[in-house]
């Protein structure tokens, strides 16, 4: 009698080129699978709180952050590092930063109001951003925020603020110029170069109820050549000498943004991120270099040397999130390459658009490995996840794992024709807590009032 033995499982037919060398994909990638999210399986993760799933990291959350500041303390002796809400603003991630000691850097009244009820005090928060509406000037003023001027027109509100609460208020200025080695960021601030930003910092020190103590800028995002920063602490550095040699101002602190670039790949960047993104430790020794061949003669005068102020975000948080994602329908296109229908879109991945995230299955699959274009499931002709990879057939079901996802996308992600989903994070001791439900109907139109002459939707005409 034969022997019964399982079926092999069928796989369909190709014909493909053959060619010597690497071809466009790169290297075979039969060993790049993710089974695991900080130690947690992701077929676990996905079986527990259903797909698609964004899932963050609190130990790798809390390493980034220990590594950027020890990376600073060595190099400067006063060092603050505020989070940056905009980059990621669920509040787990931003208390997680507030216990290793980041202060709140807001751009708006809402993240500023977030910030509060999270518990941050306001002498704890940096204030930016090009729109401050009054009464979030008026608390601001009261709490004793660090608030960074953006405009004249900002400016002279803050007077009246100031004015009308019978104190002076601490503030810096923000600027812009050309470092040389990134676009300049000139609608933000005050341009250094046509000197207005000397204008706006007289300005500052002739009013009685304002006080001129920090200067700011933010050169860039993902910004690669450390030079840049060295380049703007010499300009922000030769600022502060003829702000404090014309006036009677005495700078307290430097606040140099944001922009340390994470281990993201850039469209249209040919090299891997492995070879162009610099380590903390290079970002803080072309700043603090500079910084100190810049404030030499500063201390000759017997003036402290300015506190440094950074303002990070993706470098401390993007690889510190992953988005599991499920296959849902495979179509054969017109010009033979395989597409797959995945149940997360750039409504969810809005970083999609400019960055080629890696995708890993959680297991190879079986099969020839075929050029792949990833979709998500909005009924839009942009919603590509990746628009080619090299793998074999996906069936209904698998899961893809796209990382690093952390930066901007639970912040700038859109309620758009899907629901968002759930956000849990895998906590240091193994654990996994819900830190944001999964939308349903009734959160999505929690606000929204429908009159009553409207309730039926298909009431008779006349």
């Known amino acids: 009698m034969p022997e019964n033995k399982p079926k092999k499982p069928w796989i369909t037919p190709a014909i493909s080129a053959h060619g010597g060398g690497l071809n466009k994909f790169g290297a075979a990638r039969h060993h790049l699978v993710t089974e695991r999210i900080a130690g947690v399986p992701v077929d676990e993760l996905g079986s527990r709180f259903g797909s698609p799933l964004f899932v963050l990291d609190e130990q790798r959350l809390r390493d980034n952050a220990r590594r950027l500041k020890s990376a600073f303390a060595h190099r400067w002796p006063r ?24 202060l709140a850097e807001v751009v708006s009244a809402f ?49 009246e603020v100031a004015r009308d609460l019978d104190k002076t208020v601490a503030v810096a200025i923000r600027l812009n110029f050309d470092t040389g080695y990134t676009d300049a960021w000139s ?10 930003a000397l204008d706006a910092a007289r300005r500052v020190v002739e009013s009685p109820h304002l006080k001129l103590t920090g200067l700011h800028t933010h050169i860039g995002t993902f910004v690669t050549d450390p030079r840049a920063y060295a380049a703007a602490a010499h300009s922000l550095c030769a600022f502060m000498e003829t702000v404090e040699a014309q006036t009677r101002a005495v ?22 991120p492995e070879q162009i993104v ?14 100190m061949a810049a404030t030499r003669a500063r201390e000759a005068r017997g003036l402290a040397q300015p506190t440094l102020i950074l303002e990070t975000g993706r470098a401390v948080v993007d690889d510190a999130e992953s988005l599991i994602s499920s296959v849902v329908a495979n179509k054969r296109l017109p010009d033979g390459r395989r597409g797959v229908v995945l149940d997360a879109g750039v409504n969810v991945l809005f970083t999609g658009f400019w960055y080629h995230h890696d995708v890993r299955p959680v297991r190879w699959p079986a099969g020839i490995p075929e050029e792949t274009v990833l979709y998500g499931p909005l009924c839009m002709n942009i919603d590509v996840m990746r628009a080619s990879i090299q793998i074999p057939p996906l069936a209904l079901g698998d899961k893809l794992v796209f990382h690093p996802v952390g930066a901007y996308n639970n912040t700038q992600w859109m309620q758009f024709i899907e629901y968002r989903p759930a956000v849990v994070m895998v906590m240091q001791d193994g654990t996994v807590e819900v830190v944001r439900e999964k939308e349903d109907l009734a959160c999505v139109i929690a606000q929204e009032r429908l009159p009553g002459k409207l309730a039926q939707p298909f009431a008779e005409a006349g």
């Open 187 to 196: 609608r933000f601030g005050f341009n250094l170069e046509s000197g207005q």
């Open 251 to 272: 700078i307290e602190y430097l606040d140099f943004g944001g922009g340390f670039a994470s281990k993201n790949a850039l469209q249209g960047v040919y090299l891997p």
């Open 111 to 159: 993240e500023y109001e977030k910030a509060r009820a999270l518990g941050v005090p306001g002498d704890k928060i940096v204030f930016n951003g090009p729109h401050k509406p009054r009464p979030a000037l008026e608390r601001a003023a009261r709490e004793g925020a660090r608030i960074h001027i953006d405009n004249l027109d900002e400016l002279y509100l803050l007077e």
């Open 278 to 291: 610099p380590a903390p430790e290079q970002y803080a020794e072309a700043l603090c270099d500079a910084l």
């Open 79 to 102: 060092v603050i590092h505020a989070w940056s809400y905009k980059t990621n603003y669920l509040g787990a991630v931003c208390n997680t930063l507030h216990q290793e000691g980041y």
